[in-house]
């Protein structure tokens, strides 16, 4: 395994339309992560799922956007009515669910949105 | 309010010089502190995770200390290479009965030049 991995790497769309990212983490992490990363910013949570379900939404999360992990493995985030303020890096990360206290997250390369 | 601040923001150094990052937090539950390097471009990885016990952690060139009664943190960076040019970025972990929450501070812009 090579590690977390995002698809698209670069996206640009027009405002208004809808986009979907995916993500694959490494394949025995139970724990996946969504985040953003606007230039000059650290990454902002997101969401992030145990297996399949959804455990913690960010209350900074607009409704615009949805998240999915159906069969505990890949994700997709899936944002509506894109806005130019949505342009930013959209990392994802997965861990195991950690038996000591101690989590280490393992990023994907992001995913790069811009909206014009 | 759970925060990280670091600073300073920006720091440019020459190579082979050392150099130290710092990283305020303001979280609860403590759960442990990491640090992250993230190149232009890419995601973050880490370089250091410490728990509310440990002081000091190695990690080749890097040291991470932690003051987890001053709530603070510092990276230091020996004999500075070229490749270090990244952003670091302090993290800090709270569990709650959600789970574990990640907060990251803003992170520190490294230039090394020659």
């Known amino acids: 395994d090579t590690g977390v991995s995002q698809n698209p790497r670069h996206k640009i769309t027009k405002r208004g339309q809808n986009v979907t990212f995916r993500c694959d983490p490494i394949?025995?992490?139970?724990?996946l992560y969504w985040y953003r990363q606007t230039l000059g910013q650290g990454p902002e949570f997101l969401t992030y799922f145990q297996n399949e379900a959804q455990l913690e939404k960010s209350r900074l999360l607009s409704d615009r956007f949805s998240a999915e992990r159906p069969k505990g493995s890949f994700s997709t985030l899936e944002i509506q009515r894109t806005e130019q303020g949505d342009s930013a890096m959209y990392l994802c990360?997965?861990?195991?669910?950690?038996?000591?206290?101690?989590?280490?997250?393992?990023f994907g390369p992001g995913t790069r949105l811009l909206v014009l | 309010k759970n925060q990280v601040e670091q600073s300073p923001q920006s720091l440019i150094i020459l190579e082979g010089k050392n150099c130290t990052l710092q990283?305020?937090?303001?979280?609860?539950?403590?759960?442990?502190l990491r640090w992250y390097k993230q190149d232009t471009g890419r995601g973050p990885v880490s370089l250091t995770i410490m728990t509310f016990s440990e002081n000091t952690k190695s990690n080749g060139r890097y040291t991470a200390t932690l003051d987890a009664d001053t709530k603070q943190s510092s990276l230091h960076i020996t004999a500075s290479q070229l490749s270090d040019s990244a952003s670091y970025i302090c993290v800090v972990s709270a569990k709650d009965q959600a789970g574990t929450a990640l907060i990251f501070g803003k992170g520190t812009t490294l230039s090394v030049s020659s």
């Open positions: 394949s025995e992490h139970n724990r």
């Open positions: 990360a997965s861990s195991l669910d950690p038996t000591s206290g101690m989590e280490t997250q393992y």
């Open positions: 990283c305020n937090y303001t979280v609860s539950p403590f759960s442990n």
